[in-house]
């Protein structure tokens, strides 16, 4: 059966569904608890208004449920639903009597299926203490303002939200990047099927298709992965299969005027332009032909020594070299995301000094000369020679990966390894958790929603 391409509408649905939305409510002035002689809150808690309901408009059933995600309320009100966390709705405080207050800037993770279709209730209580005060109040969805508003009076505010309202050019967005991507995918599926090449499709597409039987809405980046072997054999057909133009494979030499992205090569589709640039950290240096073009990352698995110490110093070797071709990275962006403990953000940054004083080329020279040494030893266990550094010493099981299984989603035929669920636990652990909420958006995506991951 062949897949259609969904319409923004189904698009549209399908996130919200599946991530759900962040909902907040703001209040420019606040109140001490103690002056609302609240028991069950500390002094230091500033609060405003009570909160009595934000959910779906309509009537909710104790039968919705938003199965495998702990992150998410179907809807809070007084009680809760369930024992609250700090870290899932933040700014919302219980008193003793079970009533739910808000912080001046409070926020709330719902997901719900009845959302998208009955949009969201909410139901705040202005004590007199807080209206004497006459302070402005906003509720987002999202990151984007829904309603706003002065507080003249003590009282009940209430309002629906209409979600269908909410993030239409992110929704655009995936919609149309999901187009490219079927045509990216197709062109590579044929090259391979053409040139008996195995191909798979890993990291957050693997996870969609393995835990959810489709893609993550939210997800726009697919990675795909080769033996080196069989690497080598793709880079030399896309010379000739691609003369055209209408894609490049370009490798990570490749970027630009001597700088400095990650070893990482990557298929770029360049008839068309789409919002979001996987190449903003080359800066101004990049190719300028690269910028806002849809682009796939490919990662090498290369054949890893059965020997735990030779591993060890190839791999390590390996991540010493990356660290000294970050001194050519025009945005350095990686001290917190790439090298997460701080002795490593440390040593990052004293790799990366040293080296810009070394030229790239000869960086890069040695990581491939490095790469290469086991090339062939035909051991039982792959490892992903050119990904993210932190992951680089992992082995994965050759058995894992085979020829592949085929597997549909969104109208795109993809291979992946036949043993994913060893792969996905090797590589993430516990996968079939949802993340936690505030990282559910496009790698890629530079909107309104940004304010609520830290910038």
């Known amino acids: 059966m062949i897949e259609r391409e969904p319409t923004i509408e189904q ?18 002035r606040c109140v001490r608890a103690s002056r609302l002689k609240l028991t069950a809150v500390e002094d230091e ?11 779906p408009a309509e009537e909710h059933s104790e039968e919705a449920v938003s199965d495998n995600d702990p992150w998410c309320y179907r809807w809070i009100g007084s009680p809760f639903p369930e024992t609250p966390r700090e870290s899932l709705s933040y700014g919302f405080v219980r008193d003793g009597a079970g009533d739910v207050w808000m912080d001046c800037y409070a ?3 719902l997901r719900d299926p009845s959302l998208y279709d009955k949009g969201v209730r909410i139901e705040l209580e202005v004590p007199e203490i807080v209206a004497e ?4 109040w906003q509720i987002l969805c999202n990151g984007e303002v829904m309603m706003s508003g002065t507080i003249t009076s003590a009282g009940r505010i209430s309002g629906t939200i209409d979600i269908r309202n909410v993030s239409q050019e992110l929704i655009t967005y995936i919609t149309d990047l999901r187009r490219q991507q079927k045509i990216v995918i197709s062109e590579i599926g044929r090259i391979c099927d053409k040139y008996h090449l195995n ?12 835990r959810d039987h489709a893609l993550i809405p939210w997800d726009d980046d697919l990675d795909i992965a080769m033996s080196f072997d069989d690497y080598q054999r793709f880079v030399s057909a896309v010379r000739s299969e691609w003369s055209d133009g209408r894609m490049v494979l370009v490798l990570p030499e490749e970027y630009g005027d001597g700088v400095f992205l990650d070893q990482m090569s990557r298929v770029v589709y360049m008839r068309e332009c789409i919002f979001g640039d996987p190449f903003e950290r080359l800066g101004k240096k990049a190719r300028t032909d690269l910028h806002n073009h849809l682009a796939m990352d490919l990662y090498i698995l290369q054949d890893a020594y059965e020997n735990r110490f030779k591993h060890w110093l190839q791999t390590r070797t390996l991540q010493f070299l990356y660290g000294l071709a970050l001194g050519h990275r025009e945005v350095s962006s990686f001290a917190g995301n790439r090298w997460e403990a701080r002795g490593k953000v440390a040593a990052a940054k004293i790799l990366s000094r040293i080296g810009r004083h070394m030229p790239l080329a000869f960086i890069q020279r040695r990581y491939d000369a490095v790469m290469r040494r086991s090339t062939h030893k035909r051991g039982r266990s792959y490892f992903q020679a050119n990904g993210y550094h932190a992951c680089v010493p992992i082995r994965f099981d050759k058995s894992w990966f085979g020829r592949g299984i ?9 291979r992946v390894p036949v ?10 652990g516990n996968y079939r958790e949802p993340p936690f909420f505030f990282y559910r958006k496009p790698a890629h995506w530079r909107g309104a929603e940004e304010e609520f991951y830290g910038g």
């Not at 698009?11 to 420019?28: K, M, N, P, T």
């Not at 808690?45 to 959910?55: N, P, S």
Request: proline share 1%; aromatic share 12%.
């Open 133 to 136: 005060k006459r302070p402005n």
């Open 406 to 414: 085929r597997m549909m989603s969104h109208g795109m035929e993809f």
């Open 45 to 55: 808690q500033r609060l405003t208004m009570k909160v009595h309901y934000i959910g």
């Open 107 to 109: 926020h709330v993770c």
């Open 199 to 210: 191909w798979y499709l890993i990291c957050g597409g693997l996870i969609g298709l393995v």
């Open 11 to 28: 698009a549209a649905r399908e996130y919200f569904d599946s991530r759900g939305i962040v909902l907040a409510v703001r209040c420019s």
């Open 419 to 428: 043993q994913a669920d060893k792969f996905l636990k090797k590589m993430y």
